[in-house]
């Protein structure tokens, strides 16, 4: 029996679900979802000082401590450990990556058994993003044991609290069209859910991040975003397959569909975080409740000034209340 076989067998097993159902279940819980931003810090020096200092100006411009509006700074692990022991530095409340495996000792990774032992502060996990598929050759297998480890790893009554699931596709898959394109990103959620064990429970804890690889910048190499219909079809497309494994309850509960992929500041006319997330955007305002931000997080005046943008937006929609 051929993997097509086994997941179509599959996809009847769970029950197919229409695009009505999908959007009806989505919307009907968007008022208590709000707004979550994750800014991936990876391209900060790895010390005490720079973390310091990004924490320190992040919190005189306001990143934390919005209505509605939830903030998480992913560091990578070496970021976490250089840091853990200054007295006065808030460990960020994400880490980027942590083994798929059993605890041990990983090279490049740590387990999250370690992260709840020693990061009393952290409690998120991004999980599978683009550069580690490019550069490390990450599979959806290991991505899958990821989101299963951090699902059911506990210490001392401690959990990880938000599992963002990285999914996109690269320009060459993109190039061949929407249709093609939205199969790949499927069969991503599709296996890496299914793997991992994921039950409709879990989906609390569990959001999905889409990033199609070529709109992220790498170094000076500005990304190029794919057209706003793309981005559109592609995030109902990922709540229908989510739908598909949990169930439409399971995929409602959802805490987070975000956009990343030249996610920029309020002033860059191009391609400003507003025109995906928030009232009023190009895509539709009840579809992306969030953004992950890269190489502009870097900055915190941009990252609050991003954040500012957004609650304009939701104070301008509620009629200034």
Request: aromatic share 6%; hydrophobic share 40%.
């Amino acid at each position: 029996m051929n993997e097509d076989t086994i997941r179509r067998i599959k996809m009847v097993a769970v029950g197919k679900v229409s695009m009505k159902q999908v959007q009806n279940a989505w919307r009907g819980r968007s008022a208590l979802r709000g707004y979550h931003f994750g800014f991936n810090l990876k391209t900060l020096r790895p010390n005490e000082a720079s973390l310091r200092d990004w924490f320190v100006e992040a919190q005189k411009a306001g990143v934390t401590g919005r209505k509605d509006i939830e903030a998480t700074a992913y560091v990578t692990p070496l970021h976490a450990y250089v840091a853990r022991n200054a007295p006065d530095f808030r460990v960020a409340r994400g880490i980027q990556e942590i083994h798929w495996a059993s605890p041990g000792s990983h090279t490049n990774a740590t387990h999250v058994e370690a992260v709840l032992k020693d990061f009393p502060n952290i409690d998120a996990v991004l999980v599978n993003h683009s550069e580690v598929i490019a550069e490390q050759g990450r599979t959806l297998e290991q991505a899958a044991g990821q989101v299963r480890m951090a699902l059911r790893t506990t210490v001392e009554e401690r959990i990880i609290q938000h599992i963002t699931l990285c999914v996109g596709e690269d320009r060459a898959t993109y190039e061949k069209g929407t249709t093609t394109a939205l199969r790949f990103v499927e069969d991503q959620v599709r296996t890496v859910l299914e793997s991992a064990g994921a039950k409709a429970e879990d989906m609390g804890r569990i959001g999905i991040a889409y990033e199609p690889r070529f709109a992220i910048q790498v170094g000076n190499v500005a990304g190029i975003p794919p057209t706003d219909a793309h981005i559109k079809t592609m995030g109902w497309g990922i709540l229908q397959t989510v739908a598909e494994v949990v169930g439409l309850e399971g995929m409602s509960e959802m805490f987070t569909l975000q956009y990343g992929g030249s996610m920029k500041g309020p002033k860059d006319e191009k391609a400003p975080v507003q025109r995906f997330v928030g009232p009023g955007n190009a895509v539709e305002s009840d579809l992306y409740n969030g953004g992950l931000i890269g190489t502009a997080g870097a900055d915190p005046v941009t990252a609050a000034s991003i954040l500012d943008k957004i609650e304009n937006l939701i104070t301008g929609s509620n009629g200034g209340e």
